[in-house]
């Protein structure tokens, strides 16, 4: 494997702000520089390496970023998320498959190897719901989902026709307690931490009975380093592996952080988000990526939200949430 100098786009979001802690401990500080664009990065991500701003549709200073700092692997985390996509198609469009395209072309020119997330967003209504297959019906309703199957496909093209190694994993539901997510379907199931832990009634925007796949984010991150990690030519798919660990009800959630905290109340007020939220699968079939490069994941429901509960009540008390 090359020296390991990286780059990550969206390094300020849910994913991106704790990918580049993790990839700073794995591959030292001064090789992995995080670029942010509009969020202010936390004083950890600012002071533990190398932080810049960058937009990844502005190709010229994306260039010069990579050639300045001797970038050789991009991990590409920029997005705009579902809810946010809906309100704004065309910015969606711009950034998630123009940003994508900038950074394939000069992947294609400098050799990069890219890691590019994908998302359980590229199927749809006529997707089969339960344990989706790998290989499946892809009829996304979102101009999200529309994106990510655009860079699913590029990601692929630009493997099979430049020999770029471009890889990635269809995230499911992301749930974590350090950043919190901006402008997803998906977010309800963190939210629902932040009000329990603050003593606080919870409205969610979908019903209770609304069933997705989700995961935790050290299981985030490890599928992210192990596929990158992963012999390329053991690859039979690359930039679309389905993955999951776990699937559960708006409602099961509830009563699980019940559990820890029993005076929580939730009600249930569904918006726009709540036909998105049905249009995307229950759970998730992710056999290809177990069988191609050893993916399992540690946390099922019980685990994952006593430590979100554990790592939330002590950022509470400390006055940090
Ligand atoms: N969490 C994302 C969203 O809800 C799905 O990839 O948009």
Request: one cysteine or more; aromatic letters at 10%.
């Amino acid at each position: 494997m090359s020296k390991q100098r990286v780059l990550i786009t969206g390094a300020t979001g849910q994913i991106g702000s704790e990918l580049t802690i993790a990839l700073r401990e794995r591959y030292g500080k001064e090789n992995v520089i995080a670029m942010g664009h509009r969020r202010k990065p936390s004083e950890v991500l600012e002071s533990s390496g190398p932080y810049i701003t960058g937009d990844v549709r502005d190709r010229e200073k994306l260039e010069k970023i990579i050639k300045e700092y001797d970038i050789d692997t991009v991990y590409h985390m920029a997005a705009i998320l579902s809810a946010t996509g809906e309100k704004d198609p065309q910015l969606c469009w711009d950034v998630n498959v123009n940003g994508l395209y900038n950074l394939l072309e000069i992947a294609r020119e400098r050799n990069l190897r890219i890691f590019c997330p994908s998302s359980i967003a590229v199927f749809g209504p006529g997707t089969p719901k339960e344990n989706t297959p790998q290989d499946t019906i892809l009829t996304p309703t979102t101009m999200y989902g529309v994106t990510k199957v655009v860079g699913e496909l590029l990601g692929e093209y630009y493997v099979q026709k430049y020999g770029v190694d471009v890889r990635g994993v269809r995230y499911p539901g992301i749930i974590s307690s350090e950043t919190l997510p901006g402008g997803g379907t998906t977010d309800y199931a963190v939210e629902m931490f932040y009000y329990a832990v603050k003593g606080e009634r919870y409205t969610c925007f979908v019903k209770e009975d609304t069933v997705l796949p989700m995961m935790y984010m050290p299981d985030c991150i490890k599928s992210a380093i192990q596929l990158m990690e992963a012999d390329f030519s053991k690859l039979k798919h690359h930039a679309n592996f389905n993955i999951t660990a776990m699937s559960f009800s708006a409602k099961e959630l509830e009563e699980e952080i019940k559990k820890h905290i029993p005076d929580f109340s939730c009600e249930y007020k569904p918006d726009f988000r709540q036909k998105i939220a049905e249009s995307w699968p229950r759970s998730i079939d992710d056999s290809c990526a177990r069988e191609e490069w050893g993916w399992k994941p540690d946390y099922d429901l019980e685990r994952m939200v006593k430590d979100m509960i554990e790592k939330l009540t002590k950022k509470y008390r400390e006055g940090r949430l």
